[in-house]
């Protein structure tokens, strides 16, 4: 069977796909990773520290450092107000 | 460039009291995102925030008020809808929104919930459903599901579930939609859009409680309970209300969406002039 | 426009009964939010209500039950409103719990209960006086009430404005235990012009307050209330909290919260006692009653007095806090006390507590009045 084309929208061409800067409030987090496996851009992995409570928070992982397209999921589903990202182009 | 930057502050703390942060919600507990999301609505919805008003009642989801940087009041156990009805009827200017859990909301205050949805009063009704009591530890409540395990079902659970979107759709709900914490930017989406109506909105919020109902019932954490919206959730705003019942089980659908956007007159107390 | 024509107050000579006359008091005290949920024999208080409010501006609203009555005064309260209910025995029971969180987060209201014979369903059109205690002590939890005992339908006027009043001025839910007799019965009410009525308005933040703390209370134990919509942000909790309304369940707040909310009560209390005294000033027999019995004790101490017994009455016109300081100085040794009331023995026994000495207990459940002949009897025997 011959594979299926990925689906590619239109105006791909033409439409600047933003880059986003990841800030970790590290104290706040409570490792629930929520926001490292739901990255729609898998852009996040969990830290080698532990914060003082134990868990370890989310970093951006080795060669990522420009993979955040600053699309705001992490910020809305952290349930501990720990993680947002800002458009740096 | 490196990687992430180290910050003490979040963007949206001054619509939470964060100097109550970190809140007491367990790790993998859906309630800060709900909490989350709810607050950046707040706030994309441009309605002024000195205008918006919290209630809540008894429970985990009793707790969301308090840590929402609006007037903010914290009731008694299934008494929020009827306390947001004296403060939306003795200032109409107010949008209040009723967060609270399912069981305040449909157990211990089902009851208000029938009568002020067939009223349609204009409130903004938000329900975290979590399938159990989990304050007090993870006892069954009226939306577990059937067979379900929880400290006072230890032989399974022998009571179907309330089926939430129906029961307020069939009161005629002017607003009626389903989302879990992980759809949280359909959630945003569905909440701006109750935030924008007038009338009696409900929202039910699948939220995973790892400790007092995803354990023992073979969902396991809160991460686990993600997945397993991620595989079972199936968006259709357009099904059958009454077949949209939640069972939970790994070989069964949960149906999603915004159900239910209609128009109906917004209740005015007998006498009331135009 | 009906609006326009519709009178607040209906100053005037009226007869009236006694559930109206409770609806006239209100709204000449300044109420302005109504929930309630039917039930005999209070509920000519609603029909009233339902009738005048709106054409005030105000709003009246039949709630589901009296559970969300009482929450829905609550909200109302904190929008701005002075707000009440009106209920009976087993809706009063029902309030309860939102009456303790009324007292907790210190929330002015107003809760009328027309007392019928209990427990339970009991006599729905009879009278009874069962429910002072639970006045007391109904909501779990320490607390200090206000209650008025209102003794006939001008009192029902006149002490529905002393509850609003107090209700405003303490920042507190305020109990009025009426019954079914003067709630029922018709006499003359006489209402006064607007402008010789004493209102209260709440404390509130200074002018131009931002960020005002709810639980920050003054020197005379009562914090002044922001209201929702002010732009205070303000969090109200039934949670144990702290000045900022935060929950701050330990127990040192505990316990510095709890004796304030009594205290606030307590160190006013010369203030918002109110006794009658008919001949007690020279009386070796002091007959303490309240409500509809007090009527009958008025003619039992009148006809002791014809037979030659200096009796006297003390009818108590606020329930609690207790006139227990009164009570005392009365107590010398040598006077008797009878205590009548249409229950078997509640108030009596806060008498003995303060006067440290047995009473007599003219009592009954309830379903009648007790005839002035019963307290007669017990006059002429307490002073044998």
């Given amino acids: 069977m011959a594979a299926v084309p990925l689906r590619r929208p239109l105006d791909a061409e033409t439409v600047v796909v933003p880059v986003g800067q990841v800030f970790v409030i590290p104290e706040r987090c409570k490792g629930c990773r929520f926001c490292i496996e739901f990255c729609p851009e898998q852009v996040l992995v969990e830290s080698d520290r532990m914060n003082a409570k134990g868990y370890r928070y989310p970093v951006v992982a080795d060669g990522k450092e420009r993979a955040c397209v600053n699309c705001g999921f992490c910020r809305l589903i952290c349930p501990e107000f720990a993680i947002y990202t800002e458009e740096i182009r | 460039m490196s990687g992430e930057i180290y910050v003490q502050a979040h963007p949206v703390d001054h619509l939470v009291r964060a100097d109550r942060l970190p809140h007491i919600w367990c790790p993998g507990c859906g309630l800060g995102s709900a909490t989350a999301c709810f607050a950046s609505a707040m706030v994309d919805s441009g309605l002024p925030l000195d205008k918006q008003v919290v209630v809540s009642g008894i429970g985990c989801t009793g707790r969301v008020a308090g840590y929402l940087n609006v007037d903010s009041f914290h009731t008694t156990h299934g008494r929020a809808i009827p306390f947001a009805i004296g403060l939306k009827l003795a200032n109409p200017e107010l949008q209040v929104t009723v967060f609270s859990g399912d069981g305040d909301m449909f157990a211990i205050g089902g009851n208000h919930f029938l009568h002020a949805a067939r009223r349609n009063v204009d409130l903004n009704v938000v329900c975290i459903n979590n399938f159990n009591y989990g304050m007090t530890g993870g006892q069954f409540g009226p939306t577990t599901p059937l067979g379900a395990r929880t400290t006072t079902t230890p032989h399974g659970n022998a009571e179907p579930p309330f089926n939430l979107v129906h029961v307020a759709s069939s009161l005629g709900a002017v607003f009626v939609a389903r989302w879990t914490v992980l759809h949280i930017r359909q959630l945003h989406r569905s909440m701006l859009r109750a935030l924008d109506k007038r009338g009696f909105r409900f929202i039910e919020v699948l939220a995973p409680c790892p400790v007092g109902f995803g354990k023992s019932n073979d969902i396991g954490e809160g991460l686990d309970e993600m997945w397993f919206y991620r595989r079972q959730c199936v968006i259709d705003p357009e099904t059958d209300l009454a077949q949209a019942t939640i069972e939970m089980k790994h070989d069964s659908r949960i149906v999603l969406g915004d159900f239910v956007d209609i128009e109906r007159p917004v209740f005015r107390p007998s006498g009331w002039e135009e | 426009m009906i609006a326009a024509a519709e009178r607040r107050v209906l100053a005037g000579r009226h007869f009236m009964n006694g559930d109206t006359a409770c609806a ?185 307050a931002n960020g005002w703390l709810p639980y920050a209370a003054d020197g005379d134990l009562v914090p002044p209330m922001p209201l929702a919509g002010e732009g205070h942000h303000i969090h109200v909790t039934g949670l144990t909290h702290d000045e900022r309304g935060y929950p701050a369940t330990d127990a040192v707040v505990q316990d510095q919260l709890v004796r304030r909310i009594s205290q606030k009560v307590q160190v006013h209390a010369a203030e918002i006692i109110s006794l009658e005294e008919l001949l007690t000033h020279d009386a070796e027999t002091i007959v303490v009653s309240y409500g509809c019995t007090a009527r009958s004790a008025r003619q039992a101490v009148l006809a002791a007095r014809e037979r030659g017994v200096k009796a006297g009455l003390l009818r108590l016109i606020t329930l609690w806090p207790f006139p227990g300081e009164r009570m005392r100085e009365l107590a010398d040794g040598s006077r008797r006390f009878v205590v009548a009331e249409m229950n078997l023995g509640q108030m009596a026994r806060e008498v003995e507590r303060h006067t440290r000495a047995p009473a007599v207990w003219v009592t009954h459940a309830g379903g009648a009045m007790i005839p002035p002949t019963a307290i007669l009897r017990a006059i002429m025997e307490a002073a044998t």
Wanted: aromatic fraction near 8%; hydrophobic fraction near 45%.
């Fill in chain 3, 24 to 208: 006239e008091g209100a709204l000449a005290a300044g109420c302005r939010f109504f929930a309630g949920y039917p039930i005999t024999p209070s509920t000519e208080i609603a029909e009233r209500l339902a009738e005048r409010l709106p054409r005030l501006g105000g709003c009246f609203v039949q709630m589901e039950d009296e559970l969300g009555s009482m929450a829905a005064i609550l909200g109302a309260s904190w929008a701005g409103a002075k707000a009440m209910t009106a209920t009976s025995g087993p809706g009063f029971t029902l309030m309860m719990e939102n009456f303790g969180l009324g007292l907790m987060t210190e929330t002015p209201c107003v809760i009328v209960n027309v007392q019928r014979g209990g427990p339970s369903t009991g006599l729905p059109t009879l009278v009874g006086q069962a429910d002072v205690m639970q006045a007391k002590w109904g909501s779990h939890g320490d607390y200090e009430p206000i209650a008025y005992a209102p003794a006939s339908p001008q009192e029902m006027f006149d002490l529905l404005i002393a509850a609003f009043n107090a209700a405003e001025r303490y920042r507190m839910p305020v109990l009025v235990m009426a019954d079914e007799v003067v709630g029922h019965m018709t006499e003359g009410v006489t209402i006064p012009p607007a402008e010789e009525l004493h209102l209260v308005g709440r404390k509130r933040p200074p002018a131009g």
